[in-house]
């Protein structure tokens, strides 16, 4: 059933208009940037997007100009990851189609974090293990 469930929302957010899905990632950008624990942060983790999903370069660009430290994920064989400084120059294209970093990557220890950004798509609070922990949810 879940994987029916992400299978329809991918459909429709695969199917919004150009317009449709600037103004939601806008409208969902500007919901970020106001809730309390993004403010408060120092250092966030978000991801590079693919263009179906919620883009996140602007608040990737909003957060570097607020004076945060933006890290987004590195991948490794065999599900190990890192969080990596955000760095423009670094990005190459895998064959994925991604934007991910290469290169001598400055790693933060994941404990630094202050709040991540995580792309989710039918999520349901087990899922994600939360029961009374106030829950950022970007739906889209």
Known sequence: MKSELRK???QE???LSQEQKQAIDQALTERLLQHPF???????ATYL???HEFQTQELIDQALRGGKKVLIPKTYPKGRMDFVVYNPQQLAKTSFGLL???GDLEVVDASQI???HVPGLALRRKDIGLD???VIMIAI
């Open 132 to 134: 009374t922990v106030e």
């Open 114 to 116: 202050d709040l991540i």
């Open 13 to 15: 957010m695969k199917a």
């Open 49 to 51: 997007s693919f263009p």
């Open 38 to 44: 993004y403010q408060e942060a120092k250092i966030i």
């Open 100 to 102: 991910e970093p290469q």
């Open 8 to 10: 329809q929302v991918l």
